[in-house]
């Protein structure tokens, strides 16, 4: 691998974490409360926290923000009907 080979690798990696931490933080900030119900009152520590692993994952993060996708907001009670009953009247 020569010289320009090596720079070009570099700035296509330095490419991918700009976009990734641009597209992270737009999903932290605005697009995790609607992906996740669990992240809507999430402190800025834990956005702080989960910025890298956003940036890494980021073509994932934006395919699903462009599919729209929902969070399914079942309770956990709903989960609990659908457990089928033990015979000791308790699960």
């Not at 990734?20 to 992240?39: E, N, T």
């Not at 809507?40 to 395919?63: E, H, K, N, T, Y």
Request: hydrophobic residues 55%; negative net charge.
């Amino acid at each position: 691998m020569d010289i320009s080979t090596a720079i070009a690798l570099w700035i296509g990696v330095g490419a991918y974490l700009l976009v990734g931490v641009i597209v992270g933080g737009f999903y932290l900030l605005v697009g995790a409360r609607r992906l996740d119900a669990a992240a809507d009152g999430a402190s800025a520590w834990f956005r702080l926290i989960a910025l890298p692993g956003a940036a890494a994952v980021w073509p994932l993060l934006a395919l699903r923000q462009i599919a729209g996708a929902k969070v399914d907001e079942a309770s956990d009670d709903d989960h609990a009907r659908a457990l089928p009953a033990s015979p000791g009247g308790t699960v």
